[in-house]
């Protein structure tokens, strides 16, 4: 049997298009998420310098050092806007309508489909202020090139974990039809990757590390932008990644054991 | 008249707190999703426990605590409910009715207040039970006054953002506008920090616009403490001159917008 199989990247970069061109007919929108994430910085870094309350440093991290934090913040806010809102937040409705039928019965892994279906460019602002924040700070910080490439490792291990916290929990919307806010609670829980981990008290540091893993988000992958990140911490991130990754898709799977869908 | 008015406001507000409770797991989230004071409450103690600020970290657990109770009261979503209505056209039958569309909304506002606060009540005790230093027994009349500045910021806020919600008529995404309206809140309203932390010109800006009364105000009431300092009397005028302001834009709004409106039977 000869089977036409599309590339998955040519496929998941037909589906971006497609979405961003729908989305651009919203174009005062954009100006809107510009100003949104303008202001969302703005706030991050009025609220950190009242903690910093004009003194060089703060809990072990220099003002530039903690800008690093901020930006990696930024850029990982992004990308919730950008994928993981658009598509884990459909979920919810594909089972409710029952239109998860279709997805489940398409030639693509199911995951895939769900997971890029659709790109909001709303995320596109935050995105760009991230990442130049994030270089701007971590050069003013002293970080040289080895630095900056060693750095991507947690980064990506910071997106897989994100992601994977993101669909599990929009796996439970299989039995929980009601999901928006568990993402929401989700969604505050990482607002306390804004700051690094230091600043906060043993108790929430402890919460912040090992049970909502969001030290492993934004302070891990700041931390080695600007040379001081250890080889454990590193490995620990790309080791939670690979963990909550593969834990994601057996979620998955067991969950659609008890999807009963909406023709049967 | 009157009579008739609160028999419509008791039907109202028996039939959403019914429909409120059927919602009680997600009202939980909800209210977990409004714990960001908790967050920012540890970054302060933290702070005041490195640096002398004439403060306690007590004395943060303590603003942060009232704050989050405050956040938890004013919660206002209206707009979201009510962009939903002018897109899809169900405004149309709400229009039908002999009753202006907002009771319905805020009687869905109130009862979900009642309904959510057990939890509330449980995640006090709770906090309690964690870090007995910071219990105390507020002064009765910061009590009250506190409570009725409260229930005063959530009118103001509601007014704000129903007024906000007006712009559905004219625009498909209001939503967005108030994602930028809730960073200035944030900014300014003493979410991040007590407002008497912040450099003097931001300060100065800040009264000058509506938000540090929706939170700041309240909580500064109820704590009673010097560092906190807040003149009561002055702030319910100008809370009172702020919602005066913004029913009369959002009724101009509405009737502007109502002729806009094409929704499915309109």
Same mark, same amino acid.
């Given at each position: 049997?000869?089977?036409h199989?599309?590339?998955l990247?040519r496929? =998941?970069?037909?589906?971006?298009?497609?979405?961003?061109?729908?989305?651009?007919?919203?174009?005062v929108d954009?100006?809107?998420?510009?100003?949104?994430s303008?202001?969302?910085?703005?706030?991050?870094?009025?609220g950190?310098?009242?903690? $910093? @309350?004009?003194?060089?440093? $703060? +809990?072990?991290?220099s003002?530039?050092?903690a800008?690093?934090?901020?930006?990696?913040?930024?850029?990982?806010?992004?990308?919730?806007?950008a994928? /993981?809102?658009?598509?884990?937040?459909?979920?919810?409705?594909?089972?409710?309508?029952?239109?998860?039928?279709?997805?489940?019965?398409?030639?693509?892994?199911?995951q895939?489909? /769900?997971?890029t279906?659709g790109?909001?460019?709303?995320?596109f602002?935050?995105?760009?202020?991230?990442v130049?924040?994030?270089?701007? !700070?971590?050069?003013?910080?002293? +970080? @040289?090139? !080895?630095?900056?490439?060693?750095?991507?490792?947690p980064?990506?291990?910071? =997106?897989v974990?994100l992601?994977?916290?993101?669909f =599990?929990? !929009?796996?439970?919307?299989?039995w929980?039809v009601?999901?928006y806010?568990?993402?929401q609670?989700?969604?505050?829980?990482?607002?306390?990757?804004?700051?690094?981990?230091?600043?906060?008290?043993?108790?929430?540091?402890?919460?912040?590390?090992f049970?909502?893993? =969001?030290? $492993?988000?934004t302070?891990?992958?700041?931390?080695?932008?600007?040379?001081?990140?250890?080889w454990?911490?590193? !490995?620990?991130s790309?080791?939670?990644?690979?963990?909550?990754?593969l834990? +994601?898709?057996?979620?998955?799977?067991?969950?659609?054991r $008890?999807?009963?869908?909406?023709?049967s | 008249m009157?009579?008739?008015?609160?028999?419509?406001?008791?039907?109202?507000?028996?039939?959403?707190?019914?429909?409120?409770?059927e919602?009680?797991?997600?009202?939980?989230?909800?209210?977990?999703a409004?714990?960001?004071?908790?967050?920012?409450?540890?970054v302060?103690?933290?702070?005041?426990? %490195? #640096?002398?600020?004439?403060?306690?970290?007590v004395?943060?657990?303590r603003?942060f605590?009232?704050?989050?109770?405050?956040r938890?009261? %004013?919660?206002?979503?209206?707009?979201?409910?009510?962009?939903?209505? &002018?897109?899809?056209?169900?405004?149309?039958?709400?229009?039908?009715?002999?009753?202006?569309?907002?009771?319905?909304e805020?009687?869905?506002?109130?009862?979900?207040?009642f309904a #959510?606060?057990?939890?509330?009540?449980?995640?006090?005790?709770?906090?309690?039970?964690?870090?007995?230093?910071?219990?105390? &027994?507020?002064?009765?009349?910061?009590?009250?006054?506190g409570?009725?500045l409260?229930?005063?910021a959530?009118?103001?806020?509601?007014?704000i953002?129903?007024?906000? *919600?007006m712009?559905a008529?004219?625009?498909?995404?209001?939503?967005s506008?108030? *994602?930028?309206?809730f960073?200035?809140y944030v900014?300014f309203?003493?979410?991040?920090?007590?407002?008497?932390?912040?450099p003097?010109?931001v300060r100065?800006?800040?009264?000058?616009?509506?938000?540090?009364?929706l939170?700041?105000?309240?909580?500064?009431?109820t704590?009673?403490?010097?560092?906190?300092?807040?003149? &009561?009397?002055?702030?319910c005028?100008?809370?009172?001159?702020?919602?005066?302001?913004?029913?009369v834009?959002?009724?101009?709004?509405? #009737?502007?917008?109502?002729?806009?409106?094409?929704?499915?039977?309109?």
């Amino acid at each position: 049997m000869r089977r036409h199989r599309t590339p998955l990247l040519r496929l =998941v970069g037909l589906f971006w298009s497609t979405s961003v061109a729908a989305e651009m007919e919203y174009r005062v929108d954009f100006v809107l998420a510009v100003l949104n994430s303008g202001f969302g910085l703005l706030t991050t870094i009025f609220g950190l310098s009242l903690v $910093f @309350g004009g003194g060089p440093s $703060f +809990a072990g991290w220099s003002w530039h050092q903690a800008m690093v934090v901020v930006g990696v913040f930024t850029i990982l806010e992004g990308f919730t806007r950008a994928v /993981l809102e658009p598509n884990l937040g459909q979920i919810v409705r594909h089972v409710q309508q029952g239109t998860l039928d279709f997805v489940l019965l398409k030639p693509v892994s199911a995951q895939l489909w /769900l997971s890029t279906r659709g790109l909001s460019p709303w995320g596109f602002p935050d995105v760009v202020l991230g990442v130049g924040l994030t270089l701007w !700070a971590a050069l003013k910080s002293g +970080a @040289g090139a !080895a630095d900056l490439a060693l750095a991507i490792v947690p980064l990506a291990a910071a =997106v897989v974990t994100l992601y994977s916290l993101w669909f =599990v929990l !929009a796996t439970t919307s299989i039995w929980f039809v009601k999901i928006y806010n568990v993402t929401q609670v989700l969604r505050t829980l990482v607002e306390a990757g804004r700051y690094p981990v230091s600043v906060y008290p043993f108790g929430h540091r402890m919460f912040f590390t090992f049970i909502v893993p =969001v030290a $492993f988000l934004t302070t891990v992958p700041a931390e080695t932008l600007v040379g001081r990140g250890s080889w454990a911490w590193i !490995a620990a991130s790309v080791g939670l990644a690979a963990l909550l990754a593969l834990a +994601a898709r057996a979620f998955f799977r067991f969950a659609l054991r $008890f999807y009963t869908s909406a023709s049967s | 008249m009157i009579g008739r008015a609160l028999r419509q406001a008791r039907a109202l507000l028996s039939v959403r707190y019914a429909e409120m409770l059927e919602y009680r797991a997600e009202l939980v989230l909800w209210m977990l999703a409004g714990s960001m004071p908790l967050i920012l409450m540890g970054v302060w103690m933290k702070v005041a426990a %490195t #640096r002398p600020l004439g403060l306690e970290p007590v004395d943060f657990a303590r603003y942060f605590l009232v704050l989050f109770l405050v956040r938890q009261a %004013t919660v206002v979503w209206v707009i979201w409910e009510f962009q939903e209505k &002018v897109l899809t056209g169900a405004l149309s039958q709400r229009l039908l009715q002999p009753i202006d569309p907002v009771w319905n909304e805020v009687a869905k506002h109130v009862a979900e207040r009642f309904a #959510r606060l057990p939890f509330v009540v449980v995640l006090v005790a709770l906090f309690f039970a964690l870090y007995p230093d910071a219990r105390w &027994v507020p002064h009765p009349w910061a009590l009250l006054s506190g409570l009725l500045l409260t229930i005063a910021a959530f009118a103001v806020r509601f007014a704000i953002q129903y007024t906000l *919600s007006m712009m559905a008529f004219w625009t498909e995404r209001a939503g967005s506008l108030q *994602s930028v309206w809730f960073h200035l809140y944030v900014l300014f309203s003493g979410m991040l920090a007590p407002l008497s932390m912040y450099p003097e010109s931001v300060r100065t800006f800040a009264e000058l616009t509506p938000f540090p009364y929706l939170v700041y105000v309240p909580v500064a009431a109820t704590l009673d403490h010097p560092a906190f300092p807040v003149d &009561v009397p002055r702030a319910c005028a100008v809370m009172a001159a702020w919602g005066v302001a913004f029913v009369v834009l959002n009724r101009v709004l509405w #009737r502007r917008g109502l002729r806009q409106y094409s929704g499915m039977g309109a």
